[in-house]
């Protein structure tokens, strides 16, 4: 087996072939918006040495539940997607998350990094509509990542509509392929429980649904055509009602 290291700085020391990427271990962290510290505290103190350098997501550790029930047996994928121990499991099948599923909150602890053109995106969006600025984070029914929760960029809760901007970045696999996939399921998700989303599919970005507004980039025009979705999905009353120009008048 041909020893590999990545850039994340893990792998093996005497490599014989270098990656210009993260290993997977530390992409699925990104994705998920953890930490590999976070990842630490939770596995046992005995298997902490191991996972400190471990790039494979299939490997196997024990973990100590977040909320104090049983320590149990994980690869570092479930760790990181599933809802935990077998009481967390049961918990999160329970009634109390129906109940929640569809209601948008405020994750103070949640680990988002926001460009520069999602910043953009908001300013623009936000002087067409009143946005909350409360929530960003909503609950549903089904875990993601390992929450009963989801994070769109954009959360507009009197439509229950979610807005993202999606781009390939700087490497031009993100949000393509696999990432497409995960992209896929958050809108599935958010459907389940009464949400729309509309994406921006920037950048060469192929639309994801009848809610995409492709274009080549954020553009007032862009902008203007998630406005368009908006009274096509919710109707004129309910976004006339958010008009930013109808609070001047």
Known sequence: MTAVAFAC??????????????????????????????LLGRVVPLERAALAIETRIGATYTWRCTRGHDRYEASIREAL???????????AAGPSVRREAGVPFMNPGLRTRTSMTEQRLKTLLGERIRLQHRVNAVHVARPFYGRLEVWPDIVIPELRVAVEYDSPGRSGGAHRGLKAGSDLEKDDLLREVGWDVIR???????????NSVVCRGLTVAAVDEVVVL??????DDAVDALLVRAEAS
Do not use: F, Q, W, Y
Request: charged share 30%; aromatic share 0%; net charge positive.
């Open 9 to 38: 700085g893990h792998g093996a020391v005497d490599a014989a072939l270098r990656l210009r990427r993260a290993c997977p271990v530390c992409m699925l962290i990104a994705e998920t918006h953890r930490s590999r510290s976070e």
């Open 81 to 91: 997607t599933g809802t935990g121990c077998r009481k967390c499991r049961a918990n």
């Open 200 to 210: 921006i599919r920037s950048e060469g970005l192929e639309a994801l649904g009848p």
């Open 230 to 235: 908006l009274r096509r999905l919710r109707g």
